[in-house]
């Protein structure tokens, strides 16, 4: 579902798969980190977050006229290593999406107290479309 958000052209529907992409995930969470699993839940948003950053950032670099000038799909298909490394596969995505959604994300996330992959991904949704 990240990557439907990242493929679709519309703002609308960018949001919308975002949305849900998100739901999913918050779902996932709350299954899992219950009880005496509760405390991971925390640990699991800032590795994420640490790792979303990083692959981000990675992927920033290919992208970049100054950098290695790759076209964006390219870059993609290239960075993902076809989407087997989940936890990295799943950071980009986040920050792709958050980057696209919320280009002043950066001064949040390494404010202090940092702001986590979770709620940048949530202020990114709910905020309303450029234009």
């Known amino acids: 579902r990240l990557y439907e958000a990242l493929a679709a052209a519309d703002p609308t529907l ?26 991971f839940k925390e640990i699991e948003s800032a590795f994420l977050t640490m790792e979303g950053v990083g692959q981000w950032a990675g992927f920033a670099w290919l992208v970049h006229p100054r950098g290695g000038g790759l076209e964006y799909e390219e870059a993609l298909d290239a960075w993902r290593r076809g989407g087997r490394k989940w936890s990295q596969d799943e950071g980009l995505a986040v920050f792709l999406l958050i980057d696209r959604l919320d280009p002043t994300w950066v001064e949040r996330a390494f404010s202090d107290p940092p702001t986590f992959a979770g709620q940048l991904l949530s202020r990114a949704i709910a905020a309303p479309a450029p234009g």
């Open 14 to 39: 960018q949001r919308g798969a975002a949305r849900s992409a998100w739901g999913m995930m918050e779902s996932r969470r709350l299954q899992w980190f219950v009880g005496l699993d509760a405390e």
